[in-house]
């Protein structure tokens, strides 16, 4: 049964169609932490990363379609820590054959944040939120490239005594180099 299992996945993923394996590098339009201005004893005064980076994976399937799974890293800082982003996205290119075509991806994604623990006011937390964006790819040859701005809308805060250390909403410039 299990070797039935793995021969109906492999066999999914070969009917795809290509698929696209690169990094992502870009960055925050907005900052990851906010600043100190609210009324909290965990004020600190805060900084955001200057880049996002990270692999990205796409299975190309038929009709323009396509999912994408990225696993983007941010830096913070002030307080020294760090951030996980793990968007789940559809992506569509409309129908054309010119070697520059625009796209448009919108889906979920999940973000593993350390502030609150090095912030020393709390654990760890993870928070899920929906992610929309497009842009332009360029196929030169084997390499694609495809520059895109993406807006996050967060769902959850990382918050500590009802004071919000986090930015709900995220938007960010990426530019993809995938093969």
């Known amino acids: 049964m299990r070797n039935l299992l793995i021969l109906f996945l ?10 696209g394996v690169g990094v992502k590098a870009g960055v925050p339009a907005t900052g990851l ?3 100190s201005d ?3 004893v965990c004020a600190f005064p805060s900084t955001g990363g200057r880049f996002v980076l990270g692999p ?3 299975l190309r399937l038929p009709f323009g379609l396509g999912i994408e799974l990225d696993a983007l ?8 820590s760090s951030s996980w982003e793990f968007p789940i996205l559809a992506k569509y290119r409309p129908p054309g054959r010119g070697r520059v075509r625009p796209f448009v991806v919108g ?4 973000e593993r944040n350390d502030v609150l623990e090095a912030a020393q006011v709390g654990p ?8 929309f964006g497009g842009g332009l790819e ?3 040859g084997l390499i694609r490239l495809a520059p895109e701005v993406r807006y996050t809308h967060w769902t959850g805060d990382f918050s500590f005594r009802g004071a919000n250390l986090t930015h709900r909403n995220q938007l960010e410039f990426l530019v993809g180099l995938t093969f």
Not at 107 to 110: A, E
Not at 124 to 131: D, I, K, P, R, S
């Open 10 to 19: 492999v066999g999914g993923v070969a009917l795809c169609g290509p698929i």
């Open 124 to 131: 760890a937390a993870t928070v899920t939120g929906f992610a």
């Open 38 to 40: 609210h009324d909290c």
């Open 107 to 110: 889906g979920g994604s999940f």
């Open 73 to 80: 890293y941010r830096s913070v800082k002030n307080p020294s």
């Open 56 to 58: 990205t994976l796409e």
């Open 138 to 140: 360029a196929s030169l």
């Open 33 to 35: 932490v906010m600043s």
